[in-house]
Each structure stands twice: as C-alpha cells, then as structure tokens.
T-cell receptor, first 116, second 112 residues
Framework: NAGVTQTPKFRVLKTGQSMTLLCAQD?????MYWYRQDPGMGLRLIHY???????AKGEVPDGYNVSRLKKQNFLLGLESAAPSQTSVYFC???????????????FGPGTRLTVL | SQKIEQNSEALNIQEGKTATLTCNYT??????LQWYRQDPGRGPVFLLL?????KEKRKERLKVTFDTTLKQSLFHITASQPADSATYLC???????????FGKGTTLSVSS
C-alpha cells in the first residue's frame, strides 16, 4: 500500500495563478483533510471531508476550494494564488471514527508551494 | 477559545537521558489525545493515543500520561537516542467526529 500520496511535491506559482493539489489514499478511509504548516504556526486545518461528495471548512479556508468526487481523492484548489499562501501543504486521511473510535490520521509527504 | 500549548519550542538533551515533553490545553474536554512525530521535510507520523479514562500508556521506550484535571499530557522518551531527534506534536479532538487540533510542536535534539 502506498498510503497517502500528494502531487506535486514542489511548485512555484506567480501571484494570481491557479493550481490544484492532488491527494490520494489507498486505505479506504472515510475522512480526508488538508492542512498548511507555516513556521511558528503549526498545522492549521484548511478544509476536510467526512465522506465522498462532502466537504467542510476548517480553521483557515479563505482562498482555497476543495472537492471529493471519489472516496480515495481529495483535491485542494487555489483559484488566485497570493504570497500569503506560500506554505507546506499536508494531506491526511483517517478511518471512520464511530462511537468509541478515534481519528488517528495518516499524513502524506507534503507539497511545498511558493507564490512569488 | 480553545488552546493547545506545547510548553517549549525546543528541548536539548544528552543521549541516554529521559526526554519529557508537555502538552497543555484549555477549554477542551477531549475524549483522547494523540502524539505524532515529524521529521524535517516529512509529514507527521502517529505514535501514541491515550483516552480520557487512561492515566498512562506505553510503547517500547515511549510513555504518555494524561491528566484531565490538570488538562495536561506528558510525553516521555526513555534512554533517548540521536535518532529520536525530531519535532513532536500533540493533538486533541475538538469534538467527536471532527478534525484534530494540533499543538505547534516541540523540537527535540538528542546529542551523543
């Protein structure tokens, strides 16, 4: 099993350009998440999904959109990139956390994005 | 507002000593708490989970305690090794079935 994979690993954009980050998981997990990690700020949740076709906003959703058309994929879009979106982006997935369950998360390797 | 604090950004210890990392939280009543390890340039990796009704959990050289009265978790690495050098993150569930809230992490450096 590959676990959680992210594409691309690195990207440089100019202000105003758009791009999509792809996250894929092969563990049949229900939940998927997008985080950004900045120095001194820790991991901050952008958007998450509790199942195919559903999405919800996290702590810092502005400037990003997401889609979960297939259970195994979670896409993060930047419609008009800004320098403030320079960051490392991590995708994660977790199995369905039922009663008494937990949402231990499995992370991808990250995408390093620079917006000039 | 909810808050998670890992009391120090960096911790330096000598090989063989016990490293103790602290995670404090306010305005939460978590059902469980998790600890993750993150190496430079990589995503976090799950280490241990402790539930609110558990006082202590162990895994090899790792030990986690959870005091819901003090709203604190301690993460211990005994007989530390240079390979234990990494950033350690604590995480709580804000409410059941929602995403985790992560602390900013403590970077541990173990020198030989």
């Amino acid at each position: 099993n590959a676990g959680v994979t992210q594409t691309p690993k690195f990207r440089v954009l100019k202000t105003g350009q758009s791009m999509t980050l792809l996250c894929a998981q092969d563990m049949n997990h229900e939940y998927m998440y997008w985080y950004r990690q900045d120095p001194g700020m820790g991991l901050r949740l952008i958007h998450y999904s509790v199942g195919e076709g559903t999405t919800a906003k996290g702590e810092v959703p502005d400037g990003y959109n997401v889609s979960r058309l297939k259970k195994q994929n979670f896409l993060l879009g930047l419609e008009s990139a800004a320098p403030s979106q320079t960051s490392v982006y991590f995708c994660a997935s977790s199995p369905l956390a039922g009663a008494g369950g937990t949402d231990t998360q499995y992370f991808g390797p990250g995408t390093r994005l620079t917006v000039l | 507002s909810q808050k998670i604090e890992q009391n120090s950004e960096a911790l330096n210890i000598q090989e063989g000593k016990t490293a103790t990392l602290t995670c404090n939280y306010t305005n939460y009543s978590p059902a469980y708490l998790q600890w993750y390890r993150q190496d430079p340039g990589r995503g976090p990796v799950f280490l241990l989970l402790i539930r609110e009704n558990e006082k202590e959990k162990r895994k090899e050289r790792l030990k986690v305690t959870f005091d819901t009265t003090l709203k604190q978790s301690l993460f211990h690495i005994t007989a530390s090794q240079p390979a234990d050098s990494a950033t350690y993150l604590c995480a709580l569930d804000e409410q059941a079935g929602t995403a985790l809230i992560f602390g900013k992490g403590t970077t541990l450096s173990v020198s030989s």
